[in-house]
């Protein structure tokens, strides 16, 4: 079985900076991909920032957010600078892992940390 668990959400003033952190476990034959996606209330579920051989980013997060992966140990993370109101979400991390050769990458996902921005 396969898990992610996200850490380093909170509450931070507006300007301000957080690091997401992610990690995977469990059975992992190879990871394919992995990113951020976030989900404010009353709003569909959107992509923050991916990393799968290259690096994708919302329009608005260009320049603030930057993702990072350590692929030795399975982690993806999410520095998030100059931080604004509407940041504010809970985000998810997500993966696309293969536990073992005979079978093609699943998706994953995180129970997702709470980020707060106050203004």
């Known amino acids: 079985q396969v898990q992610l668990v996200e850490s380093g959400g909170g509450l931070v003033q507006a300007g301000g900076s957080l690091t997401l952190s992610c990690a995977a476990s469990g059975t992992i034959f190879s990871i394919n991909g992995m990113g951020w996606y976030r989900q404010a209330p009353g709003k569909q579920r959107e992509l923050v920032a991916r990393s799968d051989g290259g690096i994708n980013y919302a329009d608005s997060v260009k320049g603030r957010f930057t993702i990072s992966r350590d692929y030795a140990k399975n982690m993806v993370y999410l520095q998030m600078n100059s931080l604004k109101p509407e940041d504010a979400a809970v985000y998810y991390c997500?993966?696309?892992?293969?536990?073992?050769?005979?079978?093609?990458?699943?998706?994953?996902w995180g129970q997702g940390t709470q980020v707060t921005v106050s203004s």
């Open positions: 997500n993966a696309q892992i293969q536990s073992t050769r005979l079978f093609g990458p699943r998706d994953y």
